[in-house]
């Protein structure tokens, strides 16, 4: 069975930083092109960061480039983002998803597969 799971959420003062991580099950990420998208309460999922397949090609949302970094390590199937200086607009739940195209994109109609969501929530 194909499957993402995303972890490493939680709470977090503001200026804070975590790193999110989307392990996968069934099949091998390095086929994979692989995005990050996030949902905050009232308001559609939005694209964060993406990855493409061999790592060559990356894209960041404007609100959280420059404080994060997407990087992939294919030996254990797994994608990592990394948010630093956290801000209380970051909150959210955090999706990962994994489409076959070369190249990322952070639209998520490119995408096939889709994890649960690790919430993120950042407050004082």
């Known amino acids: 069975q194909l499957q993402l799971v995303e972890s490493g959420g939680g709470l977090v003062q503001p200026g804070g930083s975590l790193r999110l991580s989307c392990a996968a099950s069934?099949?091998?990420?390095?086929?994979?092109?692989i995005g990050w998208f996030r949902q905050a309460p009232g308001k559609a999922r939005e694209g964060v960061s993406c990855?493409?397949?061999?790592?060559?090609?990356?894209y960041y949302t404007g609100s959280v480039k420059g404080r994060s970094t997407i990087s992939r390590d294919n030996a254990k199937n797994t994608v990592y983002l990394q948010m630093n200086s956290l801000k209380p607009e970051d909150t959210g739940v955090y999706y990962c998803?994994?489409?076959?195209?070369?190249?990322?994109?952070?639209?998520?109609?490119?995408?096939?597969?889709w994890g649960q969501g690790t919430q993120v929530t950042v407050s004082s």
């Open positions: 998803a994994a489409g076959r195209n070369y190249y990322c994109s952070l639209y998520t109609t490119v995408y096939d597969y």
């Open positions: 069934g099949f091998t990420l390095d086929n994979y092109a």
């Open positions: 990855i493409g397949r061999t790592g060559g090609n990356t």
